[in-house]
């Protein structure tokens, strides 16, 4: 097993990585949330009941209750986090006792909303079981749920007591989850590390498959330390971990032109968002053509997509640029674009759409080839 320290302003709190571990719950539960007489854990109906089982096992000193809710975006929702907060009073939890999540990011942002509000925060542990949540939403306590308006636009930043990544839970996880989990990982790499994005390149097929779980848990591992790296540095996001959302601002725009449907999931738009991001890097100078050619390569290898035309099109390219202005990390004139100066080091830039992604994507779109 592995373990890592995530030291925020807010809270120091440990992230166990291992095989097999979600039977070992109580052992850590006892130890970094030992005050919690009662538990909920939260999951929703995909999660397999096993997982709920393995977790419970020892947990006698406890009162364990659970709920488990529909799959899906659309839980993340104030009507579920008003369901959450009524049953955690009906049976009467108070601060010392702990809201578990178990499952993908969906839960995890829902359960840690509802643990950050419930009489003012309650204790709360992040069990995630998709890779995405395992690499990065787990990680970093944003929490939130989504308006009419927007995603996660009503949150909060609130640190879990701890993180329990068992990584035999990707075994249920379909295919696409994994890539998707998986894009995050790159992202890392791309970013941060170019020996982790050679080492991605020529490993990344067999964790992506499933083919060997001691690189699952090292790609866990480094994403993971990567992640509390950066959300150390700057936990509420005031400039560093801006870096985070590399390729994100064109992949929310596609996922609010597709509704947040399952056409296009996160980690696939992401794909899609980092390779334009990497060609408008070098469309500006930062990034070489030889190392945008790297990119590129490694996508190619793992069949990636990142042609975003089944998508974007002339007639709804404006509506794209809109939602991008309007993104989180825009104030309203210039916006925060995430560029690469080579693989392994990224800068922040604040800019306008107009000398970025605008005439990048007009000329993609005038030549067809996108
Ligand atoms: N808080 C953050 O920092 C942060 C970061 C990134 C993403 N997010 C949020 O995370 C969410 C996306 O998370 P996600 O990609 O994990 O999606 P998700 O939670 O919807 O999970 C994807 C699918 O996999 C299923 N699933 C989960 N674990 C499984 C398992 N072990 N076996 C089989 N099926 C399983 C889920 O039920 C769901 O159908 C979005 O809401 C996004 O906004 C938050």
């Given at each position: 097993?592995?373990?890592?320290?995530?030291?925020?302003?807010?809270?120091?709190?440990?992230?166990?990585?291992g095989?097999?571990?979600?039977?070992?719950?109580?052992?850590?539960?006892?130890?970094?949330?030992?005050?919690?007489?009662?538990?909920?854990?939260?999951?929703?109906?995909?999660?397999?009941?096993?997982?709920?089982?393995n977790?419970?096992t020892n947990l006698?000193?406890?009162?364990?209750?659970?709920?488990?809710?529909?799959?899906?975006?659309?839980i993340?929702?104030?009507?579920?986090?008003?369901?959450?907060?009524n049953?955690?009073?009906?049976y009467?939890?108070n601060?010392?006792d702990?809201?578990?999540?178990?499952?993908?990011?969906?839960?995890?942002?829902?359960?840690?909303?509802?643990?950050?509000?419930?009489?003012?925060?309650?204790?709360?542990?992040?069990?995630?079981?998709t890779?995405?949540s395992?690499?990065?939403?787990?990680?970093?306590?944003?929490?939130?749920?989504?308006?009419?308006?927007?995603?996660?636009?009503?949150?909060?930043?609130?640190q879990?007591?701890?993180?329990l990544?068992?990584?035999?839970?990707l075994?249920?996880?379909?295919?696409?989850?994994?890539v998707?989990g998986f894009?995050?990982?790159?992202?890392?790499?791309?970013?941060l590390d170019k020996?982790f994005f050679?080492?991605?390149?020529?490993?990344?097929?067999?964790?992506i498959?499933?083919?060997?779980?001691?690189?699952?848990?090292?790609?866990?591992?480094?994403?993971c330390?990567?992640?509390?790296?950066?959300?150390?540095k700057?936990?509420?996001?005031?400039?560093?971990r801006?870096?985070?959302?590399?390729?994100?601002?064109?992949?929310?725009?596609?996922?609010?032109?597709?509704?947040?449907?399952?056409?296009?999931?996160?980690?696939?738009?992401?794909?899609?968002?980092?390779?334009?991001a990497s060609?408008?890097?070098c469309?500006?100078g930062?990034?070489?053509?030889?190392?945008?050619?790297?990119?590129?390569?490694?996508?190619?290898k793992?069949?990636?997509?990142?042609?975003?035309?089944?998508?974007?099109?002339?007639q709804?390219?404006?509506?794209?640029?809109k939602?991008m202005?309007?993104?989180?990390?825009?104030?309203g004139?210039?916006?925060?674009?995430?560029?690469?100066?080579k693989?392994?080091?990224?800068?922040?830039?604040?800019?306008?759409l107009?000398?970025?992604?605008?005439?990048?994507?007009?000329?993609?779109?005038?030549?067809?080839?996108?």
């Open positions: 097993m592995k373990r890592l320290i995530v030291n925020t302003k807010s809270k120091k709190y440990p992230i166990f990585i095989q097999d571990i979600l039977c070992k719950f109580n052992h850590f539960k006892k130890k970094y949330a030992k005050n919690s007489k009662k538990i909920l854990v939260i999951s929703s109906n995909r999660i397999p009941k096993k997982y709920l089982t977790l419970r006698k000193d406890s009162k364990c209750y659970n709920i488990i809710l529909p799959d899906g975006e659309q993340k929702q104030s009507v579920y986090i008003i369901k959450i907060t049953l955690l009073s009906k009467n939890f601060r010392n702990c809201i578990v999540a178990l499952g993908g990011g969906v839960i995890g942002d829902l359960a840690g909303f509802a643990s950050s509000i419930f009489k003012r925060g309650i204790n709360f542990v992040q069990v995630p079981t890779l995405l395992q690499v990065d939403s787990s990680v970093g306590g944003k929490t939130g749920i989504n308006n009419k308006f927007g995603k996660n636009v009503i949150g909060s930043f609130y879990p007591n701890f993180v990544i068992d990584i035999n839970t075994y249920s996880l379909p295919q696409r989850e994994m998707a894009a995050e990982i790159l992202k890392y790499s791309m970013i020996k050679n080492w991605l390149f020529k490993n990344g097929k067999k964790i498959e499933q083919k060997n779980q001691r690189l699952i848990s090292t790609a866990i591992y480094k994403s330390k990567y992640k509390s790296f950066v959300v150390s700057d936990e509420r996001e005031n400039d560093y801006a870096i985070l959302n590399f390729g994100h601002t064109f992949a929310h725009a596609i996922e609010t032109i597709t509704h947040y449907s399952k056409k296009i999931i996160h980690g696939e738009a992401v794909l899609i968002g980092m390779i334009l060609r408008l890097s469309k500006l930062y990034l070489k053509k030889k190392e945008l050619g790297d990119i590129i390569k490694l996508f190619k793992f069949n990636f997509n990142y042609s975003y035309k089944k998508f974007v099109n002339k709804n390219a404006n509506n794209i640029f939602i202005n309007n993104d989180k990390k825009s104030d004139k210039k916006i925060k674009i995430v560029i690469l100066k693989i392994g080091k990224s800068l922040v830039i604040k800019t306008t107009n000398k970025t992604f605008i005439p990048l994507i007009k000329e993609d779109l005038k030549n067809g080839k996108y």
